[in-house]
């Protein structure tokens, strides 16, 4: 197939999609396939997000780059394909990358694949496209800009991706995930004066137990009191459960030394503990908070919306925040998206027993304080019959299932992924949950620290949400729980 913006912006306007179990806060691309979000920026004042596309199949296929704009991050407007793989450089997909703004215009630096009929031919490749109004986009004469004459010895052409841009003392930088050639992880540095010419300076991070057999989608964070480096991780494989994920997104937190160009890791976390996170990109506030946002998904298992044809498959996470506070590095959902949940709402109440709610238009913020000593559980579910998602907090830990759901399976094994957990940190008193559920997804932060996103398939909306603890006194406060006007 031949490959135009213009050819995938018409099969979008064409094409429908089954809205069943399509989301009303997370974004969801209009038709087709969505994976990984790309060029995440704030750009004439509004926020951007290009993402992982294929409009023509509810399966992944060559890559494009899906375009849309928002003030709040739940009101979108959609631009259609920013890029299109159509030239020798990517003719078999525009994989992920970033965006940065320069001199009144927005750069995208993204990675063109290329398959070339086998493994040992296969290569990846970095390239610039810019945009004056940022929504047309223009693929560089030169590109690629980056390719494997600039690798370091030792690094595998085959997976070398996903550049993500920043600026430092008016000197561009890129960060690259790569693979070496014995199949451990590694993160590549580059620099560059105008996005154009760019040289290779150092493998900031490489032969760590943190980068599993390929760092995919690395991003970086620069806070007062420490640097944040974000992988995606393959094949990460974890001592203390000796358990090996396939896709694992994990925060190294740590220091960059500037005269060596090396990352020195002090500590690291999952950044999210759920079934379907993968791949989040951010892009600095002017408040020094980072904003961000993830493919609220996962690889390898089957996806209902393309089982039963719907037209569509995959969405983001609502925006969050990441910042630094009382010395501790926290996570948010982003203030602009709760001012709108909040202002969306027609009633607040307190709960006390079970609620039932016939009209909740498939929408559900909770927000409350917990003892560590007690315990919890909550069922989501439709009083029209048994189906539901469960949340319970016992014992410090927080288990989440979607067992009594549409059964999702995880291909490579042939096994049911229904189940995740989380331990709540010790450094914590109490237990703050702010929990957002969507038409087919549940975001839960914890303590404003940890977090669990998944997706869930329920054949009828959730109308019911039924409630038990142990304390006999316990009453949750400050719950939201009503109808949408949205």
Known sequence: MNYSIERANEFIKNNDINEKY??????????????????VSFFNGKYHLFYQYYPYDSKWGPMHWGHSISEDGINWDDQGVALAPDKIYDKDGCFSGSAIEKDGKLYLMYTGHLENGSEFLKRENQNIAVSEDGVNFVKYENNPVIDEKLLPEGTAVQDFRDPKLF???????????ARDTENSGQVLLYKSHDLFEWEFVSVVLEKSKYLGSM??????????????????????????????????????????????????????????????FYAPQSARESSGKYL????NQAWNRTYPTDVY????????????????????????????????????????????????????????YLSFEFNRR????????????????????????????????????????GVEVSQSEMIVSDDFEK???????????????????????????????????????NNSNSMLTNILVGTFNK
């Open 215 to 276: 760092a995919e989608c690395p991003d970086i964070m620069f806070f007062e009191d420490r640097v944040v480096l974000v992988i995606s991780a393959m094949d990460y494989h974890d001592n203390r459960t000796n358990k090996t994920y396939p896709h694992l997104t994990l925060m190294l937190e740590g220091k960059f030394d500037w005269e060596t160009y090396k990352f020195e890791v002090n500590d690291t976390r999952v950044m999210d503990y759920g079934l379907d």
């Open 374 to 413: 007690d315990s919890f559980k909550f069922e989501f579910g439709n009083n029209a019959n048994e189906k539901h998602i469960l949340l319970e907090y016992m014992a410090n830990k927080i288990i989440f299932s979607r067992e009594n759901t549409d059964e999702i399976i995880y291909d490579a094994e």
């Open 292 to 295: 961000f946002t993830a493919w």
């Open 22 to 39: 399509y989301p009303k806060l997370n974004y969801a691309a209009p038709v087709g396939w969505l994976n990984d979000p790309n060029g």
């Open 309 to 364: 044809r719907h037209g569509w498959n995959g969405q983001m996470t609502v925006p969050r925040q990441l910042y630094e506070q009382d010395g501790l590095l926290k996570q948010s959902f982003h203030p602009k998206v709760l001012d709108k949940i909040e202002s969306l709402y027609q009633s607040e109440k307190a709960l006390v027993e079970d609620i039932k709610l016939n009209e909740l238009n498939n929408i559900q």
């Open 431 to 469: 237990v703050k949950f702010d929990i957002l559920i969507d038409r087919s997804s549940i975001q839960i932060i914890v303590n404003n620290y940890d977090a669990m996103s998944s997706t869930f398939y329920l054949d009828l909306p959730i109308n019911e949400i039924k409630y038990s603890t």
């Open 167 to 177: 600026e430092k003392d008016g000197i561009y930088y890129c960060i690259i995930g």
